[in-house]
């Protein structure tokens, strides 16, 4: 009698725990396929940890709306041609996901943006490709930069992105002992079911759903944004981190040029301030980069330190977007993804800078107004620190 009263009480608690999944989960009725539906493709590659593959898709929301497609040839947004047409000029913004900027759905991320700013300011020939992919850091750019970019012929070159190689600033080994291995779909097995029995269990168990979500989360250390890393938090930053960090900035800059563009620096914009308050704080994800506050800040001002030299050692213009927009709590969602607004406050500041250039192509030493200190949109000259970019 104690075994049958147990084993409804089981069954009872199973049932009402599936109903209340389906009536109050947020997220709808859930697979693995339909959340791998939610998110880009990924596929493994040889010169960057993975790459959105060469397959048209459409990412979509709980709902069935498109959040936003990938091409054909595996960048976020509408068809380009791999061949650019005559007259156009065409310019890469390279980088992880800040410059990806899922948050803002369509053709609503700001390298968008600054396509229809600069066709809007006297510049209608102009094509702004998005090569941001969720995750890459600064030597993954260089990977695709020097393995592919290069091939679509673009006159000017971007790499914004300072966060993601945050992630790796207490690393003391090279680059090459720690780098993850190649990645692949069936790698993950959130999205990958295991066997015809989790197939079966998923497709009739909500509930079932969630709890194997919460294990394979916890099993595997998986955060917002990968992996999470080992350790304690740090106070210091690895000197080797740093010095790859500027290789990879200086390596970046010189295969642009090789390949016939002209590259631009841009400051990251960050929420991370010396000035957070504890509700700001909430919003930065330490566990990403096991780094204290203080430290995180340190890292940044290093990494802008960094983009400074590199630009006034190799003579290339330095958009810094961070000294406009950073620790603005309206602009960030978390430690550097935009809100709309940070997204079009951003943009403004990225296609003022281009359209100096397109207006003095050939001038060794643009000079350009100061920085604002205040900044409300619609923004208008808001300009940063540009060197030089010689011909």
Same mark, same amino acid.
């Given at each position: 009698?104690?075994?049958?009263?147990?084993?409804?009480?089981?069954?009872?608690?199973?049932?009402? %725990?599936?109903? #209340? =999944?389906? &009536?109050?989960?947020?997220?709808?009725?859930?697979?693995?396929?339909?959340?791998?539906?939610?998110?880009?493709?990924?596929?493994?590659?040889?010169?960057?940890?993975?790459?959105?593959?060469?397959?048209?898709?459409?990412?979509?929301?709980?709902?069935?709306? $498109?959040?936003?497609?990938?091409?054909?040839?595996?960048? *976020?947004?509408?068809?380009?041609?791999?061949?650019?047409?005559?007259?156009?000029?065409?310019?890469?913004?390279?980088?992880?996901?800040?410059?990806?900027?899922?948050?803002?759905?369509?053709?609503?991320?700001?390298?968008?943006?600054?396509?229809?700013?600069?066709?809007?300011?006297?510049?209608?020939?102009?094509?702004?490709?998005?090569?941001?992919?969720?995750?890459?850091?600064?030597?993954?750019?260089?990977?695709?930069?020097?393995?592919? %970019?290069?091939?679509?012929?673009?006159? #000017?070159?971007?790499?914004?992105?300072?966060?993601?190689?945050?992630?790796?600033?207490?690393?003391?080994?090279?680059? &090459?002992?720690?780098? /993850?291995? +190649?990645?692949?779909?069936?790698?993950?097995? /959130?999205?990958?079911?295991?066997?015809?029995?989790?197939?079966?269990?998923? %497709?009739?168990?909500? &509930? #079932?759903?969630?709890?194997?979500? *919460?294990?394979?989360?916890?099993?595997?250390?998986?955060?917002?944004? %990968?992996?999470?890393?080992?350790?304690?938090? +740090?106070?210091?930053?690895?000197?080797?981190? &740093?010095?790859?960090?500027?290789?990879?900035?200086?390596?970046?800059?010189?295969?642009?040029?090789?390949?016939?563009?002209?590259?631009?620096?841009?400051?990251?914009? *960050?929420?991370?301030?010396?000035?957070? $308050?504890?509700?700001?704080?909430?919003?930065?994800?330490?566990?990403?980069?096991?780094?204290?506050?203080? +430290?995180?800040?340190?890292?940044? $001002?290093?990494?802008?330190?960094?983009? *400074?030299?590199?630009?006034?050692?190799?003579?290339?213009?330095?958009?810094?977007?961070?000294?406009?927009?950073?620790?603005?709590?309206?602009?960030?969602?978390?430690?550097?993804?935009?809100?709309?607004?940070?997204?079009? +406050? /951003?943009?403004?500041?990225?296609?003022?800078?281009?359209?100096? /250039?397109?207006?003095?192509?050939?001038?060794?030493?643009?000079? =350009?107004?100061?920085?604002?200190?205040?900044?409300?949109?619609?923004?208008?000259?808001?300009?940063?620190?540009?060197?030089?970019?010689?011909?």
């Amino acid at each position: 009698m104690v075994l049958v009263m147990s084993v409804a009480a089981v069954l009872l608690a199973v049932i009402g %725990g599936e109903i #209340y =999944v389906r &009536l109050k989960s947020p997220y709808g009725y859930v697979t693995p396929e339909i959340l791998r539906s939610r998110r880009p493709l990924y596929g493994a590659a040889v010169f960057a940890r993975h790459v959105l593959p060469r397959m048209q898709h459409v990412v979509r929301d709980k709902n069935g709306k $498109e959040l936003y497609s990938i091409n054909a040839l595996g960048y *976020r947004g509408v068809p380009f041609s791999p061949h650019k047409p005559r007259g156009t000029m065409r310019i890469m913004i390279y980088g992880g996901s800040s410059v990806f900027d899922h948050d803002n759905p369509g053709t609503t991320d700001w390298p968008h943006r600054v396509e229809r700013r600069l066709r809007e300011s006297g510049f209608p020939a102009v094509e702004v490709i998005n090569a941001g992919i969720p995750g890459h850091a600064s030597s993954d750019s260089v990977g695709r930069l020097l393995a592919e %970019g290069h091939l679509f012929d673009p006159d #000017y070159v971007l790499y914004y992105g300072e966060w993601n190689d945050i992630k790796d600033f207490r690393e003391t080994d090279p680059l &090459l002992r720690y780098r /993850l291995p +190649a990645w692949s779909e069936e790698n993950d097995p /959130l999205f990958t079911y295991q066997n015809p029995l989790d197939r079966w269990l998923c %497709g009739v168990s909500q &509930l #079932y759903v969630r709890l194997r979500e *919460r294990y394979y989360t916890w099993n595997f250390r998986i955060g917002s944004e %990968g992996v999470l890393p080992e350790g304690s938090y +740090a106070s210091t930053l690895s000197e080797t981190a &740093l010095r790859q960090y500027r290789l990879n900035i200086q390596t970046f800059v010189d295969v642009a040029r090789n390949a016939g563009a002209v590259p631009v620096l841009v400051t990251e914009a *960050r929420l991370v301030s010396r000035k957070n $308050e504890d509700a700001d704080r909430k919003r930065i994800n330490y566990e990403m980069v096991l780094l204290t506050h203080e +430290a995180l800040y340190h890292a940044f $001002e290093e990494e802008d330190r960094i983009l *400074r030299e590199i630009s006034n050692e190799k003579h290339v213009h330095l958009t810094d977007s961070s000294a406009v927009l950073s620790g603005r709590s309206e602009y960030f969602l978390d430690a550097v993804h935009l809100t709309d607004r940070g997204s079009e +406050a /951003l943009s403004s500041i990225v296609s003022t800078s281009i359209a100096s /250039l397109l207006n003095n192509p050939a001038q060794p030493a643009a000079k =350009v107004p100061a920085i604002q200190t205040k900044l409300e949109p619609p923004i208008s000259q808001s300009l940063s620190h540009l060197s030089r970019e010689r011909h």
